[in-house]
């Protein structure tokens, strides 16, 4: 009944939150799975090779990040501003104009360094 009332943005500003709150459930369970897993089969086989504790501890916190990345990827706006901003990172219209900027700063640089040195 609510349902029809929702205007078509805010119906898909729901979904995108629904979407986001379900990922953000489940990538935590997928992420923390593997951990766990390789844990209880150390703990089974009675092996305790170097560093297997280290690199669990840090798969471990990677789960803040898949948080943040998943709610990226889900929520639309977030999304379009991400790949909006590598496109202007990536694909400037004039890169020549930057490296030769680059250039000179470099070559000046060394220069001054070079005639400080002597």
């Known amino acids: ?3 029809s009332h929702m205007s078509i943005q805010i119906r898909d ?3 995108q939150m629904t979407r986001t709150l379900i990922v953000q459930a489940t990538v935590p369970l997928i992420v923390c799975f ?3 897993g390789i844990t209880l089969t150390m703990v089974f086989l009675h092996a305790s090779p170097s560093g297997v504790g280290i690199c669990v501890s ?3 916190s990677w789960i ?3 948080n943040s990345i998943m709610t990226i990827i889900v929520v639309k706006t977030y999304r379009k501003t991400v790949i909006s901003y590598f496109h202007k990172c990536c694909f400037k219209k ?3 104009a930057t490296s030769t900027v680059f250039a000179t700063s470099a070559e000046r640089h060394w220069t001054n360094d070079v005639s400080q040195n002597i």
């Open 1 to 3: 009944m609510m349902e």
């Open 13 to 15: 500003v729901h979904q």
């Open 34 to 36: 593997f951990p766990i």
């Open 58 to 60: 840090l798969l471990l």
């Open 64 to 66: 803040p990040a898949t």
């Open 94 to 96: 004039n890169p020549q």
